[in-house]
């Protein structure tokens, strides 16, 4: 059984729903978007 410490731990990363790339957790944690694709929409 894993600990509660040991659960949260391995919380999967958040994952951009664009491209499946990781997300690094950011302040703007609103933005679901990678760095990669939140760039192509700002053009
Ligand atoms: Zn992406």
């Keep these: 059984m894993m ?3 040991e659960f949260f731990r391995n919380l ?3 994952v951009c729903p664009e ?3 990781g ?3 950011q302040a703007e ?3 679901m ?3 990669r694709c939140l760039s192509k929409k700002e053009e």
Aim: proline share 11%; charged share 35%; aromatic share 6%.
């Design 3 to 5: 600990s509660p410490v």
């Design 12 to 14: 999967p990363k958040k």
């Design 19 to 21: 491209c499946g790339e």
């Design 23 to 25: 997300v690094h957790e």
């Design 29 to 31: 944690s609103y933005l």
């Design 33 to 35: 978007e990678c760095d």
